[in-house]
């Protein structure tokens, strides 16, 4: 049983910085790995970006070199710094978890909406 909840979307203008945060309970984060999804209006859910705790971070093409995922695993919150922001930013964004590599992922936050403005 893991809870996800996302915070810190908002409004900020193109080439601005946001940093989103995802708190989990249920389970700690060493157990799981941890991933961002966004959906823009009319598109469908993309990848952004992943956190292994064995591993190197994955992201998405779109987002390499802007957006930097991080975990706590004292306080189970995994991180989105995202920088440079552009419009085609915008999208809610998803925080979610799996137990394995090999899993889908099965544990989703409700969102939290990203606007980027030109």
């Known amino acids: 049983q893991v809870q996800l909840v996302e915070s810190g979307g908002g409004l900020v203008q193109a080439g601005g910085s946001l940093r989103l945060s995802c708190a989990a309970s249920g389970r700690a984060f060493s157990t799981l790995l941890l991933g961002w999804f966004r959906q823009a209006p009319g598109k469908e859910r993309e990848f952004v970006a992943e956190?292994?705790?064995?591993?190197?971070?994955s992201y998405a093409d779109s987002v390499k070199g802007r957006f930097t995922i991080s975990g706590d695993n004292v306080e189970n919150t995994v991180y989105l710094q995202m920088n440079n922001l552009k419009p085609e930013d915008t999208a809610d964004y998803y925080c979610a978890a799996r137990t394995s590599i090999l899993r889908p992922y099965n544990y989703w936050g409700r969102g939290t909406q990203v606007t980027v403005s030109s």
């Open positions: 956190l292994a705790w064995s591993s190197r971070p």
